[in-house]
């Protein structure tokens, strides 16, 4: 197309979209123009983009049964996809158009995008990834659905009150969402709690079992549209809400279910109200086991009912569909899958068996012991009588596995079975999630690693082929692209834009990393964003902070093993030896935190508390206070984060090595050309090899060194303690009332845990990370050699896109293909 002609038809497309936002202003919002709120044109132009996105899923839709395509479905209790407006805008190239003809009507995009709330519907890492899976699947014009929960409250809201973290409640689509298209007539019901009787069929002497005196759910699903980058495939991601039968339009269903369902409903709303805001097991509540198992059970049905819509056996099922696992809390997928086939299908139980195991895959996220799933065998037994029923039989027959192979082994029977025998029996979720799935996956080559050799030896012995690695990558689209616009561009101008699909072809930056002109942009870049964060935290903090200085990031969930203290140890270092010595910083830095703690995490609350007192402290004190500033900006999550990221020269990434399964925020921040300090752990360690080592700050020690030092018991806090006068001194520090002159005695408990059993070796690697900061300073002086380091990080951050894992499990676990 010749310019003049693109003109047009981009004119003809802003009066297009200016159309139909007045028309849902108009008819769907009832108002007239000058009337709207801001959010009310968010819902306006929101409501034109749907419109558009309807029209994508459906011809998607239709392409894919047209190939009887193998289709995916990602099982997830959390989706954390943020915003989604300006993400759509962008995918399907409307952005410019979109922004132009709202500027005509008198409004600002950017003002009005501002407006959306946050889809809070995940915790952290695990959430976040699956939104950038149903980005990068979409894109590559995969058939890769999601299902979830479709949570009327999303991760709680995080206000500080005088240093403590407050949590009120994420409302989120209080006002509805224009991005949810409901379809009451795929409403499923679900069954729950109620006994399991024998009954004889009077042919053959099986077993029939008939589950009796049950209760239902109702599970309502709303879809989002997820749109491929340049619109061609809109997927989309199907959230459950338990909805009573009140509410719920009983003629949906057919006469025989209507009067079971109105007779046995249970308060069922309750348990799509609220996402579980803990991002590490906490003990095993009842909702969140219905919770578990009404996902899993939505989506079977649904799987089922799409698959039954072409054929008319199972015996192509494991041909047509692919089921992932995220971790554990689908893992009841197993006992429902093989439950649906057996009891509701007839089929036989190792035919059953082997379309279930061929199906499933499971990935794992955590190797923290305190984070894998058990379920008392008695809350299941009274929630799910057949599926604990199921359970038993699928232990029974692999123990009889185990013993064949390894007879007498009545120890490693004991180590391996799904039930954990003790005072109360338990089911372990994981141990069920390996034996029923055909893929078993850690989330980095470390992590995969500890997958195999720590976590479940006995079982890679047994199945060394089910487990394999798939390094996390997020999307580039919003992390560059939607996020820093202005990098962006700069690559676009440079080198094209193939990266936006393709993010290895970032290869092609790396001779301008040398580039004196390049730099000077680059770093121009930087600043504008690190100025755009200042006024978020102008409005956030009311704190001045000066773009100048080394913003020096950390944010994430906080954590005891993500070692956010680790962080603040070095900042109370530089500040009493700046005042204590006189010795001042080389380098003035800002300090930024943000993350939100569960609500029940004591130890993460006080973290909060002390990152905020070190900062008053600091703020406040004239003699360093131009040289150290230290804020921690309440409430982070998605929208957030897209701020933060672009404007930090240094990413904290910090965990005790071997903790961190694999962290994806590490990834964004390389990608918008922050260096990382960080320790050989997780996919820091596969960072590292890309970028090389002379492009990283690596320190402290390795996970196998710590792990020696475990198991011999040889780590010493308290010795660090009384022999490194640094550490002394900021230990003492801490103890001393000078950062919580109001309640004296409030951080003691930090100074104890440091020195006495500290399962993260906080102190261990103090010296190491003190001295890399100080090379960080040094080198932060040297503006060339700095860009060109960050330049570095951005043309080798290729291999983190989740378009290369998407690619890698298609390829190696699902078995599906672009259409
Ligand atoms: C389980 C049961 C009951 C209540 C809550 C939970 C629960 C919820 C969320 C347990 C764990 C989570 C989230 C875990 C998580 O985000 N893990 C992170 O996953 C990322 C993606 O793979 C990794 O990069 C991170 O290293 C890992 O910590």
């Known amino acids: 197309m010749t310019t003049s002609e693109e003109r047009r038809s981009d004119l003809s497309g802003v009066q297009t979209i200016q159309e139909a936002i007045r028309l849902h202003a108009k008819y769907t919002l009832a108002k007239r123009w000058n009337d709207l709120t801001r959010r009310d044109v968010f819902l306006a132009t929101a409501m034109a983009v749907r419109d558009c996105l309807i029209d994508g899923i459906l011809e998607t839709e239709e392409r894919y049964q047209q190939a009887d395509a193998k289709c995916l479905y990602y099982l997830s209790m959390e989706f954390l996809v943020g915003r989604s407006l300006g993400n759509n805008l962008l995918n399907l190239g409307l952005l410019d158009v979109c922004r132009r003809a709202l500027l005509d009507l008198g409004v600002d995009l950017e003002e009005v995008r501002e407006t959306e709330p946050d889809a809070a519907l995940g915790n952290g890492g695990l959430g976040r990834l699956a939104a950038c899976f149903m980005d990068s699947l979409a894109t590559l014009g995969m058939p890769g659905f999601g299902y979830g929960i479709n949570y009327e409250y999303g991760l709680f809201k995080q206000g500080i009150e005088n240093g403590y973290q407050k949590e009120q409640p994420d409302h989120w689509r209080a006002h509805g969402s224009p991005w949810l298209v409901e379809r009451p007539d795929e409403a499923c019901i679900i069954p729950v709690y109620g006994r399991i009787e024998h009954v004889p069929n009077g042919v053959d002497n099986k077993y029939h079992p008939a589950w009796k005196d049950w209760k239902v759910m109702i599970g309502v699903p709303a879809d ?19 909805v009573s039968e009140e509410e719920f339009d009983m003629q949906i269903f057919n006469q025989g279910d209507y009067i079971k369902a109105v007779e046995a409903n249970i308060a069922a709303e ?14 095993g509540r009842e909702l969140r086991l219905l919770q578990e198992y009404f996902l899993v059970a939505c989506a079977v049905r649904d799987i089922l009912r799409r698959y039954q819509r072409n054929h008319t056996t199972f015996d192509e099922f494991a041909e047509k569909v692919a089921i992932q696992m995220n971790d554990t809390h689908p893992a009841l997928t197993v006992a429902e899958l093989m439950r649906v086939l057996i009891d509701e299908n007839s089929l036989e139980w190792d035919d ?24 008392s065998s008695a809350l299941l037994e009274r929630v799910l009588p057949r599926h604990l029923q199921i359970i038993y039989e699928i232990n029974q027959r692999f123990s009889a596995l185990v013993l064949e192979k390894y007879p007498g082994d009545w120890e490693r029977l004991r180590r391996m079975s799904i039930i954990e025998e003790g005072e109360r029996k338990q089911v372990r979720m994981g141990h069920l999630a390996i034996i029923g799935s055909h893929s078993v ?22 199945w060394p082929d089910k487990f394999n690695n798939k390094t996390n990558g997020v999307t580039q689209r919003r992390w560059l692209l939607k996020a820093n616009p202005k990098l962006a561009r700069l690559i676009n101008n440079t080198i094209g834009d193939a990266w936006i699909t393709d993010l290895d072809t970032l290869r092609a930056l790396e001779p301008w990393a040398d580039d004196a002109g390049f730099q000077e942009e680059f770093r121009r870049i930087k600043r504008a964003n690190k100025e755009r964060l200042a006024r978020v935290i102008r409005d956030a903090n009311e704190i001045d902070v000066d773009p100048a200085t080394l ?64 900062g008053q402290v600091i703020n406040a004190d004239r003699r360093v206070n131009e040289l150290m500033k230290v804020v921690f900006i ?15 020269d240094l990413s904290e990434q910090i965990s005790t090595a071997g903790k961190e399964a694999s962290g994806t925020g590490n990834m964004k921040f390389a990608m918008n050309g922050a260096l990382t300090i960080g320790t050989f752990d997780g996919a820091n360690i596969e960072i590292c090899e890309e970028v090389g080592e002379e492009n990283i700050y690596i320190f402290g020690l390795r996970a196998e060194a710590l792990e020696q030092m475990r198991e011999t018991r040889s780590y010493n806090p308290r010795e660090y303690y009384e022999t490194n006068p640094a550490i002394r001194r900021v230990l003492d520090a801490l103890q001393s009332d000078l950062f919580c002159k109001d309640e004296p005695g409030l951080f003691t408990w930090i100074f104890d845990s440091l020195v006495g059993q500290d399962e993260y070796f906080h102190l261990a690697d103090l010296p190491s990370y003190i001295e890399t900061q100080e090379l960080v300073s040094r080198e932060f002086l040297q503006p060339d050699a700095w860009a060109r380091k960050a330049i570095t990080n951005v043309a080798r951050i290729g291999k983190f896109s989740s378009d290369r894992t998407v690619m890698e499990y298609a390829r190696d676990i699902w078995n599906i293909e672009s259409v």
């Open 224 to 242: 989002m549209p997820i749109v491929g980058y340049g619109g061609r495939t809109i997927n989309y991601l199907r959230l459950y809400s338990a």
């Open 551 to 614: 913003f020096d990031v950390q944010v994430k969930r906080i954590h005891e093993y993500k070692r956010q203290l680790l962080n603040v140890l070095h900042i109370i270092h530089d500040y009493v030896q700046a005042t204590e010595e006189g010795k001042l910083p080389a380098v003035a830095r800002t300090y930024v935190f943000a993350g939100k703690a569960a609500p029940g995490y004591w130890a993460a609350k006080q973290i909060i508390k002390l990152i905020n007192s070190v």
């Open 352 to 375: 059953a068996w082997e379309i279930t195991t061929a199906t499933l895959g499971f990935t794992n996220h955590t190797l923290m012991p305190e984070a894998l799933e058990r379920w």
């Open 270 to 283: 309750r348990v799509s109200k609220v996402l579980y805001p803990s991002d590490s097991i906490e003990a």
């Open 634 to 648: 309440p409430d982070y999550k998605v929208s957030l984060a897209e701020r933060i990221i672009p404007a930090a």
């Open 441 to 462: 996956n850690g989330v980095a080559q470390l992590h995969s690693e500890l997958v195999k050799t720590r976590l479940v030896p006995d079982f890679y012995q047994l």
